[in-house]
């Protein structure tokens, strides 16, 4: 019997450990792509989530079900089931980012997050924890393209959720809505998130190495003294 | 054996499952879906002849072009929904024509994926505007780096040139065939 871990913990870990995109590096397509602007961000990030919430709850409580040789082509079409919902009622009720979205909704068919998490989680784990597990990771990667489209459509195009947030004098840098800046502040994200785990490493080290010589040097001082 | 007849019966129900669902939401959708863009177009025939009340779609043109009625049910002119190719994909362009196809009224841009800031500057006022009132015979023609001179005449967006070339073909070959149709008397 493997360890488990706390509920909560299931559902936090998709958002920062193992967030889909800063960590795992997985659905990158849509995530440089859409993420031109918060809202279409935001929208991406929703549809997946649901998606992936849909999926997982359903293939986790069919996992004894299914059978093994052909899991894949199963999940695959769950999936593409959700998807095409989500594309239908997206059409049918908010047109206007439906046409922002192109064809990236239907692609949420082919994420990897998706798919891998019903082969990593979902297939091997009960229904209430993928469900959490569903929704960690969803609201990791609808925050980490809510993080991409807001530096992209701040500096790019100068508004946050469309609202103006800087002056007119501040030229728009037109890079930053075309693909090369999705790749750029990509990058330097990815870049900051794992600074900040390195030194977090680190910090732990460090001080493991110091107790370690806090222990040596009293056994020093002990035999000193004998 | 046991696991092959597993494998095709998961599977099989799987397909009727998702089958019968999918054909449940699309039937709430569909309607919603033309809904949606029937008021899109009608939205643009509008746009683009401003005086318009009614529309009629004219069938068996090969391709899409309403009549638009003002409010004495006359004719005020026509909607024009032509695309092509711009710089990085189509272009869908819909124009308004004065009765005698001479004259634009306005454009309209209904769908592109040009370059943005350079190429997306065909959908903002500057460019699209000075299709307003534009002469057609014998056809449009556009100049680069002077300001247009010429009653059929567009000056290009600079940084955009093939874009607002594209532009421009695409209103000449809508409108070229539109006057075939006029001469066959179809309209």
């Not at chain 1, 792509?33 to 997946?48: D, E, K, R």
């Not at chain 1, 040789?69 to 769950?78: H, L, S, T």
């Not at chain 2, 994926?113 to 997306?120: K, R, S």
Request: charged share 20%.
């Amino acid at each position: 019997m493997k360890k488990q871990v706390t509920l909560a913990r299931e559902f936090l870990k998709g958002i920062w450990e193992i967030n889909p995109v800063f960590k795992q590096v997985l659905g990158l397509c849509p995530a440089l792509a859409v993420t031109v602007s918060v809202v279409n961000g935001l929208a991406m990030g929703v549809a997946a989530t649901f998606v992936l919430v849909c999926s997982s709850f359903l293939i986790s409580s069919l996992r004894k079900w299914i059978p093994s040789q052909v899991r894949i082509a199963f999940f695959i079409v769950v999936i593409a089931t959700f998807v095409t919902i989500a594309d239908l009622v997206m059409k049918a009720k908010l047109p206007e980012l439906s046409k922002a979205l192109g064809p990236f909704i239907p692609l949420i068919v082919v994420n990897c997050v998706i798919l891998g998490r019903q082969e990593a989680f979902s297939s091997r784990n009960k229904p209430l924890r993928s469900v959490l597990d569903a929704l960690g990771i969803g609201a990791g990667f609808t925050l980490a393209l809510i993080a991409l489209g807001g530096v992209r459509e701040v500096i790019g195009s100068r508004t946050f959720f469309g609202f103006p947030v800087l002056p007119d004098q501040f030229e728009p840098w037109l890079i930053m809505i075309l693909p090369a800046g999705a790749f750029l502040t990509f990058g330097l994200m990815m870049g900051f998130a794992n600074m900040y785990t390195d030194k977090k490493a680190r910090i732990a080290k460090d001080r493991q190495l110091g107790k370690l010589i806090l222990k040596q040097e009293r056994q020093l001082i002990k035999e000193a003294e004998v | 054996m046991k696991t092959i007849i597993h494998m095709i019966a998961a599977l099989t129900i799987l397909g009727i499952l998702a089958g019968g669902l999918l054909a449940y939401v699309n039937g709430w959708s569909s309607p919603l879906i033309a809904e949606n863009e029937r008021k899109e177009t009608e939205r643009a025939i509008f746009l683009v002849i401003p005086e318009g009340k009614s529309y009629e779609r004219i069938q068996n043109a090969g391709f899409e072009v309403y009549k638009v009625f003002d409010e004495s049910k006359s004719l005020s002119g026509y909607s024009l929904v032509y695309d092509g190719n711009g710089f990085q994909g189509k272009i869908k362009i819909m124009a308004g024509l004065n009765n005698n196809l001479e004259k634009i009224t306005s454009i309209e841009i209904l769908s592109q994926v040009e370059t943005p800031g350079l190429g997306t500057k065909i959908t903002e006022e500057p460019f699209k505007g000075q299709f307003n009132h534009l002469i057609t015979s014998p056809s449009i023609i556009w100049v680069k780096g002077t300001p247009a001179s010429k009653e059929n005449e567009i000056q290009t967006i600079t940084g955009a040139t093939i874009t607002s070339k594209a532009v421009v073909d695409i209103l000449n070959g809508g409108i070229a065939r539109l006057r075939e149709l006029k001469a066959r008397e179809a309209l």
